[in-house]
């Protein structure tokens, strides 16, 4: 059986240790919290202080920066990109290869479009059809 962690080294030259998530292989940071019932696919990073919640999808590929909040139920895409401190409400979908900048807030049940970006902290509440409302 091999091993269940890879190290990764960044920008900074620093060492980071990944652990392969149970549901779903993709890498979680020392430091993130997922939770059990959480999906995160093969090629998803998690980074340190991000906290997943029950039943959550990280698609593959997607990017998961540090200290962002993923609410329960939420569905990220493949590629999307959530910036560091951003948080995602419960039952909101991210579209494939959206990007959540720094600190912005996704209302509870929003829909994200592919290829939308949300900018460094805005704040961005949607109905089921991804049309904006006031957040």
């Known amino acids: 059986m091999g091993k269940n962690y890879v190290d990764i080294e960044n920008d900074r030259g620093e060492t980071l240790r990944y652990r392969k998530h149970a549901n779903g292989r993709g890498l979680i940071a020392h430091g993130a919290k997922v939770h059990a019932t959480a999906i995160v696919e093969t090629g998803a990073y998690v980074e340190p202080g991000v906290r997943i919640a029950e039943r959550a999808h990280i698609g593959r590929g997607a990017w998961i920066e540090s200290d962002a909040v993923i609410g329960p139920d939420a569905d990220i895409a493949t ?13 909101s979908k991210i579209g494939i290869r959206a990007y959540i900048g720094a600190g912005a807030r996704v209302a509870v049940g929003s829909l994200i479009g592919d290829d939308v970006t949300i900018d460094d902290g805005e704040r961005v509440a949607t109905d089921r059809r991804g049309e904006r409302h006031a957040a």
Request: aromatic share 0%; no cysteine; hydrophobic share 45%.
């Open 79 to 91: 590629h999307a990109h959530i910036g560091p401190g951003a948080a995602i409400g419960a039952g």
